[in-house]
């Protein structure tokens, strides 16, 4: 029976003693065994409990009586039961007495004591098979989420003196030069040296559409080539890979409770002592009361009360559910930071959202260039270059394509960057503003047009104190931002566009999609008040942006969604949300994966309580045995796994 006990799944315990906050955690590790392993225990005292039963009630001898009888079911006992009985002991020593081992080994001990073999080790078999059921759900969902993301491939080729050469992916130093051969993942991240390449990028967005990719763009690590041999040059180490940080952001996100799993927490330090001094009360109390009072008999009933009354459906089926959200958002794309922005989400009233990159591309295109002819416009634009060469903003891109390269050798001196406003620089000893027509405001050039009667976004530029004239810009809407409008307005979700451009481009773009409120001409602390005026009306908030230029408002929202998780490092950690592939559909996909997360756990709840309240009515009665207190204790618990891990399998 040896070889039965040890097979046993272990339970990792996270006892902090420092605190004295000995929380049971009912996550398991099954190691490498194969199922037959992890239920070989239960099926050792399967066999020896049916053999027994056997010989009890249908094939009458003589020998299988008194201590030959007692010693068959003890056998056939101990491969389920010595291992509870260890986890109990072990929660004992670490201060945490009234565990479901505790009840568990309670029970059906006081079942050998008063001569119910059979159904002592019927209820610690049951126990063990569902404690078996439950390893497996959550190394199922463990394991979804760590094959999602853990893309990474141990080795790398890299290309020393033109010659490939394999090594270990974690021995690459940043400037190397990674051979991919079609279809290899890529180990780390960097720029891609080849002319083109596209890749599958679906361990990092779930999207498996192709994403071609040119020389000099950055490609990352998870991204599998899909046609010709390329050259990657490595730019972060594989510890700091985008994939690392998304792997670990998502192995962290349990940590993060929702406030429901911490309430069952809670419930079950405070429920599991109080159901043990019922069990003692419904044991003794009686003795007082009934005039033909059985110690035995009413014992019996303690102990079914004890067995129907372990919180284990609720211990395990809750984690068990918001771990399936976060998968479930795992595969599609979206991280959670933890549990608890799955409940925010699962109620949010209004999505305030940022415009540039989350609603519309952010990828602009200069149409027009209207400069007074006493200005050389050339040399403005190469100046104009030159300046915004020092910004990351869209807008700066736009404007280099459409100029050209960088005249490096223009002077520029004393360059700021005005927040909401643009930039300002020293050249030739004048000064030079490019920026929105505010920031002519602010230094009192004077301006003979109306900003607000073009739709376009404009760039306004000074020079020497003077009013040049402007650059239009336009930007496309994303092509998924007419859905996402439709269905947050399908969940009664109120939408709200806040944006630095001007007030007509973003008014325009809002009554395109249908957006409800939208102002323009914004500067951060702005946003801020605005978001401060839903908040004030005590409803919730979620925040759509870039999660760094917006920090102030994303800390301000009850959940901050960060659009370009591929884009920004930053963005992993300022965000409580990240939306990996720029993808504004995928924000009522979190709100929806927010709803059905809560909705299966709400479920687990009732379903439990509900059960167990009916059994332990029946059983303090007498009426119920202790195999319905193993229905309703083993049987809810599996019921409600079953339910949870249902969300894995959803279709968002």
């Given at each position: 029976m040896e070889e039965c006990c040890s097979t046993k799944p272990k339970k990792e315990h996270n006892h902090n003693h420092e605190g004295h906050d000995h929380d049971h955690d009912h996550s398991h590790d099954t190691g490498d065994q194969s199922t037959f392993q992890m239920f070989l225990p239960a099926i050792c005292s399967f066999v020896l409990l049916i053999i027994g039963i056997a010989l009890d009630n249908y094939i009458k001898t003589d020998w299988f009586t008194s201590w030959i009888r007692l010693v068959w079911y003890l056998i056939a006992y101990i491969p389920v039961g010595l291992p509870v009985l260890k986890e109990a002991f072990e929660s004992i020593k670490n201060g945490d007495v009234f565990s479901e081992f505790f009840l568990m080994g309670v029970a059906t001990v006081g079942a050998f004591a008063i001569g119910e073999y059979p159904e002592g080790v019927a209820v610690m078999l049951f126990y063990s098979v569902g404690e078996v059921f439950q390893a497996m759900a959550v190394t199922r969902a463990k394991s979804n989420i760590k094959s999602l993301l853990d893309q990474r491939p141990d080795e790398v080729t890299i290309l020393k003196d033109g010659k490939p050469e394999i090594v270990k992916a974690e021995k690459v130093n940043i400037g190397e030069i990674i051979q991919l051969k079609s279809g290899e993942k890529l180990g780390l991240d960097g720029v891609l040296l080849s002319e083109t390449a596209s890749f599958n990028t679906s361990a990092l967005t779930g999207e498996s559409k192709p994403d071609t990719k040119t020389k000099g763009e950055t490609v990352l690590a998870g991204m599998i080539n899909l046609n010709t041999v390329s050259q990657v040059k490595v730019t972060t180490a594989y510890k700091d890979s985008k994939l690392s940080k998304i792997l670990e952001l998502v192995q962290n996100a349990t940590a993060q409770k929702a406030s429901t799993e911490l309430f069952i927490r809670k419930f079950a330090k405070i429920y599991t002592p109080i159901v043990v001094f019922l069990a003692i009360g419904i044991t003794l109390l009686p003795y007082f009361f009934v005039e033909d009072y059985q110690f035995k008999t009413w014992l019996y009933r303690a102990l079914v009360f004890l067995v129907i009354s372990c919180p284990c459906a609720l211990v395990i089926s809750i984690p068990l559910g918001y771990f399936g959200g976060i998968g479930a958002g795992s595969r599609n794309g979206i991280l959670f930071k933890g549990s608890n922005f799955l409940d925010i989400l699962a109620n949010v009233q209004n999505v305030v959202m940022d415009k540039t990159g989350t609603m519309t591309e952010g990828v602009f295109k200069v149409q027009e260039v209207n400069f007074d002819t006493e200005f050389n416009k050339d040399e403005i634009l190469k100046f104009i270059n030159a300046l915004e060469s020092k910004s990351s903003h869209p807008v700066a891109t736009a404007i280099h394509e459409y100029v050209g390269e960088i005249d490096h050798s223009i002077q520029l001196e004393n360059v700021e960057e005005i927040a909401g406003y643009g930039l300002k620089a020293v050249?030739?000893?004048?000064?030079?503003?490019?920026?929105?027509?505010?920031?002519?405001?602010?230094?009192?050039?004077?301006?003979?047009?109306?900003?607000?009667?073009?739709?376009?976004?404009?760039?306004?530029?000074?020079?020497?104190?003077?009013?040049?004239?402007?650059?239009?810009?336009?930007?496309?809407?994303?092509?998924?931002?007419?859905?996402?409008?439709?269905?947050?307005?399908?969940?009664?979700?109120?939408?709200?566009?806040?944006?630095?451009?001007?007030?007509?481009?973003?008014?325009?773009?809002?009554?395109?999609?249908?957006?409800?409120?939208?102002?323009?001409?914004?500067?951060?602390?702005?946003?801020?008040?605005?978001?401060?005026?839903?908040?004030?009306?005590?409803?919730?908030?979620?925040?759509?942006?870039?999660?760094?230029?917006?920090?102030?408002?994303?800390?301000?929202?009850?959940?901050?969604?960060?659009?370009?998780?591929?884009?920004?490092?930053?963005?992993?950690?300022?965000?409580?949300?990240?939306?990996?592939?720029?993808?504004?559909?995928?924000?009522?996909?979190?709100?929806?994966?927010?709803?059905?997360?809560?909705?299966?756990?709400?479920?687990?709840?009732?379903?439990?309580?509900?059960?167990?309240?009916?059994?332990?009515?029946?059983?303090?009665?007498?009426?119920?045995?202790?195999?319905?207190?193993?229905?309703?204790?083993?049987?809810?618990a599996l019921l409600a796994i079953l339910n949870a891990v249902r969300i894995q399998r959803m279709k968002f």
């Open positions: 050249i030739n000893g004048k000064e030079l503003l490019v920026g929105n027509f505010k920031l002519m405001d602010k230094f009192n050039i004077n301006y003979n047009i109306k900003p607000e009667n073009i739709v376009y976004t404009l760039i306004a530029v000074a020079y020497d104190k003077k009013f040049v004239g402007y650059l239009t810009i336009a930007d496309s809407i994303k092509a998924d931002a007419q859905l996402t409008i439709n269905k947050l307005k399908s969940l009664n979700v109120k939408t709200t566009m806040l944006s630095g451009d001007k007030t007509s481009v973003v008014k325009y773009v809002a009554d395109t999609l249908g957006i409800q409120n939208a102002y323009g001409d914004l500067l951060p602390e702005d946003k801020v008040n605005k978001v401060k005026e839903i908040k004030v009306k005590g409803q919730t908030v979620a925040f759509v942006g870039d999660g760094v230029n917006d920090a102030p408002v994303v800390a301000l929202s009850d959940v901050g969604i960060a659009m370009g998780g591929l884009g920004s490092d930053a963005t992993i950690e300022t965000a409580d949300v990240v939306i990996q592939d720029d993808m504004p559909s995928k924000i009522p996909m979190a709100i929806n994966i927010g709803k059905q997360t809560k909705k299966i756990v709400w479920q687990n709840i009732i379903l439990a309580f509900a059960i167990k309240a009916i059994v332990l009515a029946l059983g303090a009665g007498g009426l119920a045995t202790m195999w319905e207190a193993v229905f309703a204790d083993v049987g809810v």
